[in-house]
């Protein structure tokens, strides 16, 4: 609701700071539901459901909202881009699928916020924000593999810190208003990049034992 209040008054770089931190708690809540067994202590509650709840206002649909109001992507391109991410999305939140053996994602797991954040930061042209659009819903119906910042195993040594530094440089990138001399930019790109192609690289190359 603080984002989204932030979004409605079209103060971007406040809307990302909460965001971002609705995106840490998001990387806490679920090790500690486990931690202390939610699902025995307390049976009549979901947390995969409110989990999914939240992550749809949070990952979707308040991005959408600042994607095509803050005019990054105007006209026809805004609205094809919104309907596209707010109907792919909730599909893709709707299949049980969703989840690989190793607890990664199958498919694109509609981390818009973390997408649209970037294009916030670096500004590219519309049609290659519209393209990026495009080409990451098709994905959501893909098996590839996107790993999970927690609980994806394979590389965790490696994805926990990138993740944690994602997180740190989109609070910097929207603490200074995205200008376009800060290096969190450069962070975001190293980070973006290992997270959106580490799955995808992880099926092509035989895991080992130390890969554990």
Not at 54 to 59: F, M, V
Not at 137 to 158: D, E, G, S, Y
Not at 184 to 193: K, P
Request: one cysteine or more; proline letters at 5%.
């Amino acid at each position: 609701m603080l984002a989204m209040l932030e979004a409605v008054q079209e103060r971007w770089d406040m809307m990302f700071l909460w965001l971002v931190v609705a995106l840490f708690v998001d990387g806490l809540d679920g090790p500690l539901a486990r931690k202390y067994d939610v699902k025995h202590n307390w049976p009549t509650y979901d947390g995969v459901l409110l989990d999914l709840i939240i992550d749809y206002l949070t990952y979707v649909f308040i991005p959408a909202f600042a994607l095509f109001q803050s005019g990054l992507l105007p006209g026809w391109t805004g609205w094809t881009a919104i309907i596209v991410i707010t109907y792919g999305s909730v599909i893709y939140f709707c299949d049980t699928r969703m989840k690989t053996k190793d607890w990664s994602f199958a498919g694109f797991p509609a981390c818009w916020n973390m997408f649209i954040l970037v294009m916030f930061a670096l500004k590219p042209g519309e049609g290659v924000i519209l393209v990026c659009v495009i080409a990451l819903t098709i994905a959501m119906f893909t098996n590839l593999k996107f790993v999970h910042p927690t609980r994806t195993q394979r590389w965790k040594a490696i994805t926990l810190p990138m993740s944690l530094a994602w997180t740190f440089f989109a609070g910097w990138a929207a603490w200074v208003d995205f200008h376009p001399a800060s290096w969190a930019h450069w962070g975001l790109v190293v980070t973006s990049l290992y997270l959106t192609f580490a799955g995808i690289v992880q099926e092509g190359i035989p895991e080992r034992a130390s890969d554990a």
